[in-house]
């Protein structure tokens, strides 16, 4: 059976975490009810919702939680890349979440408008400082990951990758082979062709758990992090991490 655990950031954490993209300090029930739902690993970023989800994310103390791993963006946008604009954003983002140091800090995005040594140099300098814990990359190919990890660990890689989109198949293995957190966001966003609905049915689960549980089993370096306002739909995500495929329906979905 797949292992329904990892290390994240020095923390042992759920192989299923919660993206949180369209949170917002008006959904408060849920924030605070997430971290007693199970979750253990909460991601979000510098531009979600104009700050507003790091902000939720902070008065309910996510960041403090015991066990938990919350990880946050920046440097999304051309410019955004600089080091001392990627410092004004950390300490922005350290204010709404309402603690001291980041456990996990991506670089949301690589742009060409600044060197990406100088990039990854500012963000070594901030752990460095203590003001992130750990380095993480989003939307990046081996190169750009090895690049980074000339200069710091990379702990984590966030990219695009689902049932219907493969095309960093490459970097999975990579992050697989270097000890790295592999994160696919937008895990649910297509599922593709292929006998998705007729392995749910055959283990009274949900297509979107045959999903989830397909990306456990593509790697053990795998973290998915589906997104929800619903406590409902957060606690079927997490009830995917008991769904065992067998190898010909692993097979089936390839």
């Known amino acids: 059976m797949s292992s329904r655990t990892l290390q994240l950031a020095g923390t042992e954490v759920l192989r299923i975490g919660l993206g949180t993209n369209r949170l917002t300090p008006d959904h408060a029930v849920f924030a605070r009810e997430l971290v007693a739902a199970g979750v253990q690993h909460v991601d979000t970023a510098h531009v979600y919702q104009q ?10 103390g996510a960041a403090a939680a015991p066990g938990v791993v919350l990880a946050t963006k920046g440097g999304m946008g051309e410019g955004n890349g600089r080091p001392e604009v990627l410092r004004e954003q ?35 300098e901030l752990r460095a400082e203590g003001k992130i814990r750990h380095v993480g990359l989003s939307q990046v190919n081996i190169d750009l990951i090895e690049r980074a990890r000339a200069i710091v660990p990379v702990a984590a890689v966030q990219n695009h990758y689902n049932l219907a989109e493969r095309g960093c198949d490459d970097v999975v293995d990579h992050c697989e082979a270097k000890g790295i957190v592999f994160v696919p966001f ?30 456990l089993r593509r790697s053990p370096v795998v973290l998915p992090i589906p997104g929800t306002l619903s406590l409902d739909h957060l606690k079927q995500n997490l009830a995917a991490l008991e769904l065992e495929l067998s190898d010909e329906e692993f097979a089936a979905l390839q």
């Open 51 to 60: 700050g507003g989800s790091e902000t939720a994310l902070g008065e309910v």
């Open 90 to 124: 950390v300490e922005e983002s350290l204010v709404r979440l309402r603690t001291e140091s980041i456990a996990l800090y991506y670089l949301h995005r690589v742009y060409p408008d600044v060197p990406f040594e100088e990039t990854i140099g500012g963000l070594a």
């Open 186 to 215: 937008y895990p649910l966003r297509d599922l593709g062709p292929g006998p998705v609905e007729e392995i749910a049915a055959r283990h009274g689960a949900t297509p979107q758990q045959v999903a989830l549980a397909w990306l």
